[in-house]
């Protein structure tokens, strides 16, 4: 039997292979190790506003969609009429209608459909209707 002397801590004689067997399975513990330690602290740093949101939360906000393309021409109350912009208090188009001039534009309005998505384009309408419930 070829057996030599690796250290240990009993001082007893081990044989080589038997060492490698249990280096390796050592060295497979500390790399996962390392590994879950190293998802864990990635999660305990993640930032809370990326987690995944609910249906509530992923509702589009037709107020900040208007605050950010609209208020330009129409203001923040709606009433501004910058470049012919209509004052949305007073309109009375339907929401088809709405739809249809802010997709597709009306005069010097921008048509929005290559701007904002189908989503934001019906939320800002629907914020639209609120600038006439202020009588």
């Known amino acids: 039997m070829n057996t030599k002397r690796v ?3 009993f001082n ?3 044989s080589p292979k038997f060492f490698l067997k249990k280096v390796l399975i050592f060295s497979k513990n500390v790399v996962l190790g390392a590994f879950l330690f190293g998802m864990l602290l ?3 740093c993640s930032d809370p506003e ?3 949101k609910t249906a509530a939360q992923t509702a589009i906000d037709g107020a900040q969609v208007f605050k950010q393309n609209c208020v330009i ?3 923040a109350d709606g009433k501004l009429g910058l470049n012919g912009a209509k004052d949305l208090g007073q309109s009375t188009k339907t929401t088809a209608e709405r739809l249809e001039i ?3 534009g009306k005069n010097l309005m ?3 459909k290559n701007v904002l998505s189908a989503e934001e384009i ?3 309408v629907e914020y639209s209707f609120t600038f006439g419930q202020n009588k």
Do not use: K, L, Q, R
């Open 110 to 112: 921008t048509p929005f």
């Open 12 to 14: 007893t004689p081990v």
């Open 73 to 75: 021409c129409h203001g």
């Open 7 to 9: 250290p240990n801590f």
């Open 102 to 104: 802010v997709i597709n």
């Open 42 to 44: 990635i999660h305990a």
């Open 50 to 52: 990326s987690e995944p």
């Open 122 to 124: 019906e939320a800002v």
